[in-house]
């Protein structure tokens, strides 16, 4: 099945510490991105990836870091630096950047302690 | 950043009854989708839409690209229980090649 896979469901981390999120996908699409959820707001772009080894940030990439070394995989990681890191986060992929329809994952929510 | 208008922000409504929300924007937008999402899961793609005026169906939801171009609209016909959830609007406008999301329209349904 193709698909994008986000992992772990659910993630704790103790404040001060950096935290990595998967996501990968199958659909050989060539766009990939990071939204973060928060309650009763839309989703807000973090980083975006429209190529292997390249990647631009959103419009709130501030305390976030991505690397794109493989076209399946955009891992993100949440730093110290984050001020308000708890939230639900979304990966998406685009068959290619631009005008394109956004698939999802199914999401990690991650709690700060 | 920029974010569209959606309303209504949430609905609660009894089965069998017809639902209707609408997304706007500010600015002229050439590519608006519709996106569903479940508690605790990621937003499902429901329709997407490219041309003014277009109007396109999936099974009982039906949603249209307002002729203005700043404009949206999803109907969903004979609600059932499992249309719970809340649904998005987004969309590509101006020069950006960023997608912009709507706040969302929370749909309960009573059986």
Redesign the interface.
Known sequence: DGGITQSPKYLFRKEGQNVTLSCEQNLNHDAMYWYRQDPGQGLRLIYYSQIVNDFQKGDIAEGYSVSREKKESFPLTVTSAQKNPTAFYLCASSIAGGRNEQFFGPGTRLTVL | ?Q??NQSPQSMFIQEGEDVSMNCTSSSIF??W?W?KQDP??????LI?LYKAGELTSNGRLTAQFGITRKDSFLNISASIPSDVGIY?C?G?GGAT????????TLLAVQP
Do not use: D, H
Not at chain 2, 40 to 45: D, F, R, T, Y
Not at chain 2, 97 to 104: A, D, E, V
């Open positions: 950043g974010q569209l050439n590519t989708l996106y605790g899961e990621g937003p499902v793609l997407a998005f987004a590509y090649n960023k997608l912009i999301f709507g706040t969302g």
